[in-house]
């Protein structure tokens, strides 16, 4: 099979179930920001994260898979007969327990910090920054749109990848600047 299939040169992509749409189409533009994410994350770990981070990030770089899926699968089609693009109360759940257990390990916060320090944290901090243009670009997609789950999810994603920046910080031995 070949990378390219020729069939977007005209400007327009499938969504799932055949549908063809723009690549300007919302809807695309949504899941093109889940993917970015993705690569931000991938950098993250090929930043020399420990052990600890780089298997959390792995774990959340399959479950962006299923979030892009889903986003690109409007009539949810896919999303009803496949278990692995599932994204659920339990995967916000573990989120959730992430940033718990992560933040047991940092001081408390007083003040604002400035995104940077190490090359993984810094590259964290900004992965958190296309996290919330990521989550700003599905909520726009309107009511109903998308299952409510999904919007929990990114945000809960995005204040984890805030977590997971000092952490990588702290362990690198970088302090934080406040503001």
Not at 8 to 22: I, M, N, P, Q, W
Not at 32 to 51: F, I, K
Not at 103 to 113: A, D, N, S
Not at 122 to 132: D, F, G, Q
Request: with cysteine; net charge negative.
């Amino acid at each position: 099979m070949k990378i390219y299939t020729k069939t977007g040169d005209t400007g327009e992509t499938s969504l799932f179930g055949k549908a063809r749409v723009s690549k300007a189409d919302a809807r695309v533009d949504a899941y093109g920001e889940v993917d970015e994410l993705n690569a931000c994350l991938g950098a993250a770990r090929a930043a020399r994260l420990d052990a600890d981070l780089t298997g959390l990030l792995e774990q959340i770089q399959c479950e962006l898979f299923a979030v892009g899926a889903r986003l690109a699968d409007p009539s949810g089609q896919i999303a009803a007969r496949v278990d692995k693009v599932a994204v659920t109360e339990a995967e916000v759940t573990q989120l959730e327990l992430m940033i718990d257990r992560l933040e047991e390990q940092l001081p408390p916060l007083r003040r604002f910090i400035l995104p940077g320090g190490s090359n993984a944290g810094a590259l964290l901090h900004l992965a958190r920054t296309v996290c919330r243009r990521a989550e700003r670009r599905i909520v726009s997609l309107g009511p109903g749109a998308v299952d409510p789950i999904i919007i929990a999810y990114v945000n809960r994603l995005s204040d984890l990848l805030f977590v997971m920046a000092r952490v990588a910080n702290q362990r690198a031995g970088t302090s934080e600047v406040e503001w």
